[in-house]
């Protein structure tokens, strides 16, 4: 085993620095994990950006919270690391939790916990400055706090594949958790990207009868996977109105069920008010970054329904993702457009944000090469 980690460290917005670490010495229940592959997630190119996103922009930092890997050292043996052995393949829980404190009794607050000194709490966003430093998936390897939690992937399932645990929990989380999906809900997604696509599996596999997925023309490629992984209806929203499709489909119901994980568009805020049912679930995940002007506010009031909002997952969404993907159900690696070396993140970076329109990126992987 190396006795060295190589990582790429944020030191400023848009700026990543190569830097060496050396491996921790482990405590009791931590782990050293081997990165194989970190997948790219929107939140990435935002503190990429030198965006506050959940917490003070601190730098330096190693960037990657979707990570799988194998675990290349265990410390002293604890309860929390039962049946896990060196050479395993596990994903990682990006959010640490103390266990104790107020926050960390719901499951769904485990992201608010107040039980460690550094904040926010999560990996991909904590400062090399906090040792052992190797916080973020963007490096060869990755420090495994005694309080991570770890998923168990069997061998076969490459480690490509397995980074999409990450948005499929989230699909899991906001289309089915959340509102309670079962066989002949109707759900409509807003926003076709690997987290909508996320949502249209989960409805899927908790027997939604009608799914609608928008998108824009622009998105006709993802719209079209939608469709492949089972939904019934893609509207391009530019050339439909959505409220008449959604009226028609539903003889004037309107759906059980609203997820809008677009991000920055307000559209869809007020879109998923006017489509759902009277007494329906409505569900906004998707970054605005500004204010949404005109909130029908009476309208949600006056048709009875339940607004959640999504910001953390639990672990019960985790441990289904992974199911979801050991099962072989559904073809979830059509999501992955493009994987990169991690000397090449700043133009995985790009592809991401769509700087590069012909690449049709999705779901962006990123392997070590150092």
């Given at each position: 085993m190396v006795d060295m980690a190589t990582a790429l460290v944020q030191t400023a917005p848009r700026t990543l620095e190569q830097q060496h670490f050396s491996l921790p010495k482990l405590p009791e229940g931590a782990a050293l994990l081997r990165v194989e592959a970190c997948g790219m997630c929107g939140s990435d190119l935002e503190y990429y950006a030198g965006l506050q996103v959940i917490g003070a922009a601190s730098y330096p930092r190693i960037l990657g919270h979707e990570v799988v890997g194998v675990i290349e050292d265990l410390g002293p043996a604890s309860a929390n690391r039962k049946?896990?052995?060196?050479?395993?393949?596990?994903?990682?829980d990006m959010i640490l939790s103390c266990g104790t404190c107020r926050m960390c009794m719901i499951d769904s607050n485990r992201m608010f916990c107040r039980g460690f000194p550094f904040k926010p709490a999560f990996y991909g966003a904590i400062p090399t400055s906090v040792e052992p430093s190797l916080w973020g998936g963007y490096a060869t390897h990755l420090y495994v706090h005694p309080?991570?939690?770890?998923?168990?992937?069997?061998?076969e399932i490459s480690p490509l594949t397995a980074t999409l645990w990450n948005p499929l929990a989230a699909g899991i989380q906001w289309a089915d958790i959340y509102p309670g999906t079962t066989i002949g809900t109707s759900i409509a997604i807003l926003g076709a990207g690997q987290?909508?696509?996320?949502?249209?599996l989960a409805a899927k596999s908790a027997g939604a009868s009608l799914i609608i997925v928008t998108g824009l023309a622009r998105d006709r490629h993802k719209l079209d996977l939608a469709l492949e992984f089972g939904a019934d209806v893609a509207i391009e929203v530019e050339s439909a109105d959505l409220i008449d499709e959604v009226d028609k489909l539903t003889n004037g119901y309107g759906v059980d069920v609203v997820v809008d994980t677009s991000a920055v568009a307000t559209a869809p805020v007020v879109d998923a008010i006017r489509i759902v049912r009277p007494g329906g679930y409505v569900v906004y995940y998707g970054i605005k970054g500004h204010k949404v002007p005109e909130f029908p506010i009476d309208d949600a009031i006056f048709k009875g329904i339940t607004i959640q909002t999504a910001t953390g997952l639990t672990r019960d969404s985790f441990r289904r993702a992974v199911d979801l993907i050991v099962s072989q159900r559904f073809p979830v690696d059509k999501m992955r457009t493009h994987v990169f070396g991690m000397t090449q993140t700043e133009k995985a970076m790009d592809v991401l944000a769509g700087k590069y329109p012909d690449?049709?990126?999705?779901?962006?992987?990123?392997?070590?090469?150092f």
């Open positions: 049946g896990l052995k060196i050479g395993d393949r596990v994903a990682l309080q991570a939690v770890l998923y168990p992937f069997p061998q987290r909508g696509l996320s949502c249209v690449e049709h990126a999705l779901n962006v992987v990123l392997t070590p090469d």
